[in-house]
């Protein structure tokens, strides 16, 4: 299983960015895929969450901001972020977990950092 994330990038305080993820590979097709992000000296936090159903949390801080999806190829996952202040700052990671395994598979992650 391999993820695959594209979008990151550098932007003003304020700006949008989308990032996109792909999960190739076998996976059962009843699993969550999210997005995680860790800043420099944090640990590992969640940002979103989707599930094969749609069933979908955020974390506190990006609700109203972030917006996850689910893309109509299978198991491709998106994250558009507005109104992105400096604490976004951070390597966001792809991850998709099976429900029948409990199996979890990470991206390699794609630095976000927004400016000031």
């Known amino acids: 299983v391999q993820l695959v994330e594209s979008g990151g990038g550098t932007v003003q305080t304020g700006g949008s960015l989308r990032l996109s993820c792909a999960a190739s590979?076998?996976?059962?097709?009843?699993?969550?895929m999210g997005w995680y992000r860790q800043a420099p000296g944090k640990q590992r936090e969640l940002v979103a969450t989707?599930?094969?159903?749609?069933?979908?949390n955020y974390a506190d801080s990006v609700k109203g901001r972030f917006t996850i999806s689910r893309g109509n190829a299978r198991n491709t996952v998106y994250l558009q972020m507005n109104s992105l202040k400096p604490e976004d700052t951070a390597v966001y990671y792809c991850?998709?977990?099976?429900?029948?395994?409990?199996?979890?598979?990470w991206g390699q992650g794609t630095q976000v950092t927004v400016s000031s």
């Open positions: 989707i599930t094969s159903g749609g069933l979908i």
């Open positions: 991850h998709i977990r099976e429900v029948v395994t409990l199996q979890d598979y």
């Open positions: 590979g076998s996976i059962y097709s009843r699993n969550v």
